[in-house]
């Protein structure tokens, strides 16, 4: 009986205790681990020595020794600022205070007080300037409408310890674009190798404590731009770092992530870390004077981005893909960056030739949810540079837009290069008529004379409105990124301000209007045919109706001023791929472009008759 009852207890204390365990387990990580004791700026005092922690190589967490020189009362952009010299086997080995080591937290007598910040270039790198972490632990109840407090005295001259930026997959031009970009923010890319795929099915986070180093990136996958610091707090799923801004951007968005630190170099200016951001584990959502702020398991916004470069003359094809953090400002710089580096890393080369570029921009809120567009350039610099021109023009038109926000759900980029310069000028326009009424369709025969190579001819349909006025109709024939020479001898009557008005785009009433007329415009390697208007002062004609070539041709690859068209196929000869777009307007047809595998330049006009 006894024993039967001892049976009984056992098991009533046995489902008690799981009972508990289980209410342990539920409970906030809050409230099951004990809190963090805190030390406030006002209980600091000159002389208090501590440690702080780190990473120096691998994922191995380190100290070193703190002193206390002083207190600098509101130096730092939240606050107060704590002046410290730094010792010890660490320091010895780091040469000071390093680039990656901002966010290191700094304990006295087991309280932590804020995290390593900034420090002084060229100088004694064994000093620097701890953040309070009272200032820091703000960024988790801060708003967007919360004003910044005043910057660092300029007397002061002390800079954030600088964040490391690692690079990988980026060559050695992109990387220098790159680097120009970012110059106003302070950030300096470092090319390293590494894996920066997402091999976590999980989320890992357990590894990330107070000295542990995190990697917040900018873009991942074949490619990645991302910035190497240490932790200096975590509570639950809540994380902050550095110690002072990373981009200063506010409201973030970026990608938090695990990080490896390969090694630490010492140098003259400055020390930093060499390391690389791994694993995707959460956001950053504020990133403001006193530091970075994130929540683990939480991930950002993100662009994907799909690219293929085919070098014709190699005969060789990459595609690349990429994940760039969805910000306004940033995403249309770093996707371009990201294509201007496939360019690079596919061809192995710099200099001159031709690219055949098509994108498709998928967002929602814009007409069809898709952006299209095609287009040729050439240049004798670097082809790679111009071949991204408009990717970039495109995403900045979304993500910048002033009417309403876009969210680019995936862009896609195909580029042809060729060395071969594929641009051809425009020789002479003749019409099979120089008689016509309204409506007659007019066979012109445009002549070309493409680069070191045999003239050819391509023809082209212009119909004459219906409307169109007894009298003379002066067409002019121009390539499609040229402005012709008519219309800038008419301005040239008028004054230089005028010239510049030409070359100066009616503002856009609403985001389908500016996508159009993105979408829309002339391209490089159109032939376009449209009435000019001779009314503008200035304008005359040769007695074989061409305008007198008083300017200097030119080849650009700027477009002409946008003219609403639409496209319709056409069977013309002398090119199996070529379409024709039509301009209408109020009072009939008024300009007509095919497309030429060349880029063409230069213009001429031809004038026609009109009989009613």
């Not at 995190?214 to 991942?220: D, K, M, N, S």
């Not at 002398?574 to 039509?582: E, I, M």
């Not at 001429?604 to 008759?609: D, F």
Request: hydrophobic share 40%; proline share 4%; charged share 20%.
């Amino acid at each position: 009986m006894i024993l039967g009852r001892m049976n009984i207890l056992s098991i009533f204390m046995r489902r008690c205790l799981t009972a508990l365990v289980a209410v342990f387990f539920l409970l906030p990580i809050a409230y099951v681990q004990a809190a963090p004791e805190f030390l406030p700026v006002d209980q600091i005092t000159k002389g208090m020595h501590g440690i702080a922690k780190t990473v120096v190589s691998g994922n191995t967490i380190e100290e070193f020794d703190v002193e206390v020189l002083e207190v600098m009362k509101q130096k730092g952009p939240s606050g107060d600022l704590i002046l410290v010299r730094t010792s010890g086997d660490v320091i010895d080995r780091t040469g000071g205070i390093a680039q990656g080591m901002s966010g290191s937290p700094v304990y006295i007598n087991g309280k932590l007080i804020g995290a390593i910040a900034y420090g002084w270039s060229l100088t004694d790198h064994k000093i620097g300037m701890v953040t309070p972490i009272a200032d820091m632990l703000k960024l988790w109840d801060i708003t967007d409408s919360q004003a910044e407090q005043k910057v660092p005295d300029e007397e002061l001259a002390a800079t954030p310890v600088a964040t490391p930026l690692m690079v990988a997959g980026f060559g050695e031009q992109s990387l220098k674009m790159l680097a120009d970009k970012l110059k106003p923010y302070n950030l300096t890319p470092y090319a390293v190798n590494g894996s920066m795929a997402d091999a976590n099915n999980g989320i890992a986070y357990k590894t990330v404590e107070p000295g542990s180093t995190i990697g917040v990136q900018l873009v991942r996958g074949d490619v990645s731009v991302g910035a190497l610091g240490t932790v200096t707090y975590v509570e639950g799923d809540k994380i902050l770092a550095f110690g002072h801004p990373f981009l200063k951007r506010g409201k973030a968005n970026y990608f938090l992530t695990d990080a490896d630190v390969f090694t630490t170099i010492s140098g003259l200016e400055n020390s930093f870390k060499v390391g690389t951001p791994t694993e995707a584990i959460g956001v950053i959502n504020q990133d403001r004077g006193a530091g970075v702020a994130g929540k683990l398991g939480k991930f950002p916004g993100i662009v994907p981005l799909r690219i293929t470069v085919t070098d014709k003359n190699l005969g060789q094809t990459n595609e690349l893909w990429a994940q760039v953090i969805r910000d306004e400002e940033l995403a249309p710089t770093l996707a371009a960056v990201s294509v201007f580096n496939a360019i690079e890393k596919t061809t192995d080369r710099i200099g001159s030739g031709t690219a055949k570029v098509s994108f498709e921009i998928s967002a929602a809120g814009i007409p069809g949810q898709v952006l299209k567009r095609e287009n040729m350039f050439y240049t004798q610099g670097n082809i790679g540079e111009l071949a991204v021109a408009e990717v970039h023009e495109a995403l900045t038109l979304l993500a910048g837009n002033q009417f309403a926000v876009v969210d680019i759900m995936d862009v896609k980029v195909n580029i042809d290069i060729d060395t071969e310069r594929r641009t051809a000028t425009i020789i002479e326009a003749k019409a099979a008529n120089g008689t016509v009424k309204p409506g007659d369709k007019v066979d012109i025969a445009v002549k070309l004379k493409p680069f070191r190579n045999e003239f050819i001819t391509r023809h082209i349909t212009y119909t004459v409105p219906k409307d169109q006025q007894a009298g003379t109709l002066t067409l002019v024939v121009r390539g499609g990124g040229m402005v012709s020479v008519a219309q800038l001898l008419g301005k040239q009557q008028n004054g230089e301000e005028d010239i510049a008005k030409l070359f100066v785009k009616a503002r856009p009433k609403s985001l389908d209007e500016a996508v159009n007329e993105l979408v829309k415009r002339d391209r490089n390697n159109d032939i376009v045919v449209e009435a000019l208007d001779m009314s503008v002062p200035g304008v005359t004609q040769n007695s074989d109706g061409n305008t007198p070539k008083t300017v200097t041709d030119k080849f650009e690859t700027s477009p002409s001023p946008a003219l609403h068209t639409a496209t319709v196929k056409s069977g013309l000869t002398g090119n199996g791929n070529t379409t024709t777009k039509v301009t209408k307007g109020d009072d009939g047809q008024r300009k007509v472009c095919i497309s030429t595998d060349y880029i063409i330049d230069g213009d001429t006009q031809l004038v026609l008759t009109v009989n009613k």
